[in-house]
């Protein structure tokens, strides 16, 4: 079992950066992946970015240029975080972190994860 609890969210004008980040439960076995995804007021969840246990990233075309997904070192290795720039008021939604063991094909698809958190809310105001 995997716990994730996501932090960070708030409000921001148009134009500004904001970090989330998402701390995994303790495991003695290394996370594969890891994504975040966010859904805004009736649309879909969709993937933002993710990231692989050997670092490689992924990202949605609309933030590949704004967003960088990272995670910790060291100590901090069960930290994963999101670094969002430039801000748009269309980034605005309910941010998700989201975690699994085992390879996937496809990073950026909600069924590719099984292991979710409870979410943090980004408002970015125009």
């Known amino acids: 079992l995997v716990q994730l609890v996501e932090s960070g969210g708030t409000s921001v004008e148009a134009g500004g950066s904001l970090r989330l980040s998402c701390v995994a439960s303790?495991?003695?076995?290394?996370?594969?992946?890891m994504a975040w995804f966010r859904q805004a007021p009736g649309k879909e969840r969709e993937g933002v970015a993710a990231?692989?246990?050997?670092?490689?990233?992924?990202?949605a075309d609309s933030v590949a240029s704004r967003f960088t997904i990272s995670q910790g070192k060291g100590n901090l290795r069960n930290r994963y975080y999101l670094q969002m720039n430039s801000l748009k008021a269309e980034d605005t939604a309910m941010y998700y972190c989201?975690?699994?063991?085992?390879?996937?094909?496809?990073?950026?698809?909600?069924?590719?994860?099984?292991?979710w958190g409870q979410g943090t809310q980004v408002t970015v105001s125009s």
């Open positions: 303790a495991s003695t076995r290394r996370l594969d992946y």
């Open positions: 990231i692989s246990g050997g670092g490689l990233a992924y990202y």
């Open positions: 989201a975690a699994r063991y085992g390879a996937v094909s496809y990073p950026l698809w909600r069924a590719s994860y099984n292991y």
